[in-house]
T-cell receptor, first 110, second 112 residues
Framework: DAGVIQSPRHEVTEMGQEVTLRCKPISGHNSLFWYRQTMMRGLELLIYFNNNVPIDDSGMPEDRFSAKMPNASFSTLKIQPSEPRDSAVYFC????????FGQGTRLTVV | GENVEQHPSTLSVQEGDSAVIKCTYSDSASNYFPWYKQELGKGPQLIIDIRSNVGEKKDQRIAVTLNKTAKHFSLHITETQPEDSAVYFCAAIRGGSYIPTFGRGTSLIVHP
């Protein structure tokens, strides 16, 4: 298995634009997480899916953030409209017994 | 909810020395404790874990210890090498939950 695959690896966008981050979890993993990592706040859990169903989205900072998991092999995190303070590295992780992380998407909003 | 404290935030050692990173957790129902290593530009990678029915676990140069009574667990790296330089995260997972709560991370620097 290639592990958790995230795209794009880097994204630079202008304030106000819509940003979509993508994740392909490891096949057979039934849990998927989106995390945001910044120097100030460390690793923050944004949302957690179990069997494609959002279970806990209390970490989603604002209504500008939304996440979907239409099937077991794909998830998206969307920010609309984006703001400079959204600049961070966004990680997707999937878990069966242990959690495995993707390489992350470095988002820069200018 | 669970709260995980991790110390130190930075740790600088000479090659060959040992390094110890400590974490405490608040939820006595937590029963699974993984450790992750994050190298520059990469995602965190699981390096070792321990479950609450075990007090210590070793894998070559790394070991983890768990004290359930005191609610703390530690990562020990012996004979450190420059390639051990990275940010290390501890995490705790409550029984019946799938959600890891992470510590803030420790930046380990191993000087050649």
């Amino acid at each position: 298995d290639a592990g958790v695959i995230q795209s794009p690896r880097h994204e630079v966008t202008e304030m106000g634009q819509e940003v979509t981050l993508r994740c392909k979890p490891i096949s057979g993993h039934n849990s998927l997480f989106w995390y945001r990592q910044t120097m100030m706040r460390g690793l923050e859990l944004l949302i957690y899916f179990n069997n494609n169903v959002p279970i806990d989205d209390s970490g989603m900072p604002e209504d500008r953030f939304s996440a979907k998991m239409p099937n077991a092999s794909f998830s998206t995190l969307k920010i609309q409209p984006s703001e400079p303070r959204d600049s961070a590295v966004y990680f997707c992780a999937s878990r069966n017994t242990e959690a495995f992380f993707g390489q992350g998407t470095r988002l820069t909003v200018v | 909810g669970e709260n995980v404290e991790q110390h130190p935030s930075t740790l600088s050692v000479q090659e060959g020395d040992s390094a110890v990173i400590k974490c405490t957790y608040s939820d006595s129902a937590s029963n699974y404790f993984p450790w992750y290593k994050q190298e520059l530009g990469k995602g965190p990678q699981l390096i070792i874990d321990i479950r609450s029915n075990v007090g210590e676990k070793k894998d070559q140069r790394i070991a983890v210890t768990l004290n359930k009574t005191a609610k703390h667990f530690s990562l020990h790296i012996t004979e450190t090498q420059p390639e051990d330089s990275a940010v290390y995260f501890c995490a705790a997972i409550r029984g019946g939950s799938y959600i890891p709560t992470f510590g803030r991370g420790t930046s380990l620097i191993v000087h050649p």
